[in-house]
């Protein structure tokens, strides 16, 4: 399986957009639905678009969603981190939405790892930012095979 980080747009209406996430480390793949205002998009590309330059070290938190019952729809946490020769470590945590289960209200969750380079991401920059506009309807941001040693 190819290992990714894969946001399609679902719906979209004046104020925000209904994304679905799907990460996949190359052998788990986890998904979910989160709500992202236009205006948080545009300010999320324009934070990656001055991360992708600190390739020495830099860190870049990406957050759709809220964690927790009291949120609507799901949520996503992506840490990303410049690693030694060109590496881009990535950390996924996601949320899906909360939902009745017998007596609980629960929803599921996971964390995944996967590694990128800076020409892929700013590939996904690209990508993202066509999906914001509306021109495109996908985003993805393409792992590389993490049998490599870092």
């Known amino acids: 399986m190819q290992e990714k980080l894969e946001l399609t747009r679902i719906g979209s209406d004046d104020d925000m957009m209904e994304l679905c996430i799907q990460v996949c480390d190359g052998t788990s793949t986890f998904s979910n639905r989160v709500y992202v205002s236009h205006q948080y998009m545009r300010n999320t590309i324009t934070g990656l678009h001055t991360f992708k330059d600190r390739v020495h070290g830099g860190i870049y938190d990406l957050r759709f969603g809220e964690f ?78 993490t049998a490599w040693s870092l």
């Open 68 to 145: 927790g019952p009291e949120y609507a729809s799901g949520a996503l946490h992506a840490r990303f981190h410049f690693h030694e020769r060109g590496k881009l470590l990535i950390s996924v945590t996601m949320q899906s939405s909360y939902s009745n289960f017998g007596v609980k209200n629960v929803a599921s969750e996971a964390t995944l790892y996967l590694m990128s380079e800076p020409a892929l991401l700013d590939n996904f920059i690209q990508s993202l930012r066509a999906l914001s506009d509306g021109q495109q309807q996908c985003a993805m941001l393409e792992g590389i095979d």
